[in-house]
């Protein structure tokens, strides 16, 4: 059978609970949503139509990207196949494991993208050039 997970990220569809009132999405560190534990939630907004963030990897920390509001594309590259993922849904995450390139782009007007991560804040972890990122890949 073949396997649906895809070759660099893997998307999570969350539980949902969902009545009249409408829908809430829990996410627990240390389990299938968020397969971490998670020591810090930062979130992105205000992205000017255009614009494109990202443009780094990270060496230890890993991270699950959710577009909370509106749709945001994102592509991740591990120094030899690259792959694209459109996140349209506050009801999935995208797992992102460490070593891994990231661009986002396409925010739609008023995107929201929040990003759950394993590590504090450290700017030593980021490797923001990418031939740097090629020859770190190598090592
Ligand atoms: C990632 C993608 C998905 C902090 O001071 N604390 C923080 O927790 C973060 C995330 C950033 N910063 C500072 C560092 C820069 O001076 O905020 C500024 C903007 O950060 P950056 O240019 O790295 O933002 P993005 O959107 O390119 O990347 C961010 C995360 O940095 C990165 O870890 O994986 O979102």
Do not use: C
Not at 16 to 24: E, F, K, P
Not at 66 to 73: C, E, K, L, N, V
């Amino acid at each position: 059978m073949p396997s649906t997970k895809p070759l660099l990220a893997t998307l999570i569809t969350f539980p949902t609970m969902t009545d009249g009132r409408g829908d809430l999405v829990a996410l627990e560190t240390n389990t299938p949503n968020v397969p971490f534990t998670l020591k810090r939630v930062y979130y992105i907004t205000n992205v000017p139509q255009g614009q494109d963030r990202g443009g780094h990897a990270h060496k230890a920390l890993e991270g699950v990207l959710i577009a909370t509001s509106g749709t945001i594309d994102i592509t991740v590259d591990n120094g030899h196949d690259r792959e694209s993922f459109t996140l349209d849904s506050p009801h999935k995450g995208l797992h992102l494991e460490a070593g891994l390139w990231r661009e986002m782009s396409n925010f739609s007007e008023g995107a929201v993208l929040m990003v759950l991560a394993s590590e504090v804040y450290d700017e030593a972890d980021y490797i923001r050039d990418y031939q740097a990122f090629l020859e770190w890949v190598k090592q």
